[in-house]
């Protein structure tokens, strides 16, 4: 018995052998596809060693410049606030609108509400939708808008909702389909309309993710919005624009640091909305509620 013991760990410990040295080449020959690949890549573009060798001494020239602030007391700190304050109310009127927009064309495109041929239809033709939203890029938008309604903050907010729109609605759609469905089938056995269910079995349920994705897009908006600037769509954008043209790196390394923190504070009031709201307080009992009523 012993003897058996012995042989069938000694089989395991070699099963374990063999799968290991098959897990180890597959991770081998993937880095070294991955290395073909890059060695590929730089010979057929151009990227010679002595190109990138000077590209690296031009970082560190850049570098060296963006932490030497020249006459920071001559700076139009007041000006460069502005337009801080301008990029973050583009994202939040961007982000706001969208998510009014979104909300409720996701429930038509969630499959779990739209059910049966036409409505399976019409959830197609609406992700379909979302899909032609978001996969035009931000700045593209912007471009389109500033051609529409001039330069200024406007098209940006416009690039924003056209954009949001089609990945907030996507992502609410893909919220409210993920949702427990007992709680629906418990309304619906107790008389509750279709309303009534959507609203307390699906939304209820979808809530917190929603505001966990309205937050990061928030987020998100604010960085892009800066970059919608370059085309010409107003906020701190164009203050980069302007400051890379004249090569002044140490006002561009100011502003990045202060939308760093701009995106830090964010994310802290993200944090604390999402413990507030996501995770909510304790409900008690029936029974421990009605004894508290009593004494």
């Not at 031009?58 to 502005?82: A, E, S």
């Not at 999402?274 to 009593?294: D, I, M, Q």
Request: aromatic content about 12%; proline content about 2%; charged content about 15%.
């Amino acid at each position: 018995m012993l003897y058996q013991n012995q042989r069938i760990r000694q089989h395991d410990r070699q099963v374990l052998l063999l799968v290991q040295q098959r897990y180890f080449r597959r991770v081998g020959a993937l880095v070294l596809a991955c290395l073909l690949y890059y060695a590929w890549f730089f010979s057929q573009y151009g990227t010679s060693p002595e190109r990138f060798s000077a590209g690296l001494q031009q970082i560190g020239l850049y570098l060296q410049r963006m932490w030497l602030w020249q006459n920071f007391t001559d700076w139009p700190l007041r000006y460069y606030l502005t337009q801080i304050f301008i990029t973050l109310a583009m994202a939040f009127a961007g982000t706001l609108t969208a998510t009014l927009i979104a909300l409720p064309l996701s429930l038509l495109a969630a499959r779990n509400i739209m059910r049966g041929r036409l409505n399976g239809t019409v959830a197609l033709l609406m992700r379909r939708l979302f899909d032609i939203l978001r996969g035009i890029d931000m700045a593209v938008w912007g471009l389109i808008f500033v051609r529409a309604v001039g330069l200024g903050p406007l098209a940006g907010v416009l690039a924003i909702i056209m954009q949001d729109t089609g990945l907030l609605g996507r992502l609410y759609a893909e919220g409210h389909e993920a949702v427990d469905h007992a709680p629906g089938k418990g309304l619906e056995a107790v008389g509750a309309n279709s309303l009534q269910k959507h609203r307390f079995a699906i939304f209820s349920q979808s809530f917190p993710t929603l505001l966990a994705l309205n937050l990061f897009q928030i987020e998100s908006n604010t960085r892009s919005a800066a970059v919608l600037g370059f085309v010409g769509a107003g906020g701190i954008g164009l203050v980069y624009a302007e400051n890379m043209r004249l090569w002044q790196w140490d006002v561009v390394m100011f502003i990045t640091l202060v939308m760093v923190m701009v995106v830090m504070i964010m994310d802290a009031l993200s944090a604390w909305l999402r413990r507030r709201y996501s995770v909510g307080n304790t409900v008690p009992l029936f029974k421990n509620a009605t004894e508290t009523h009593e004494k």
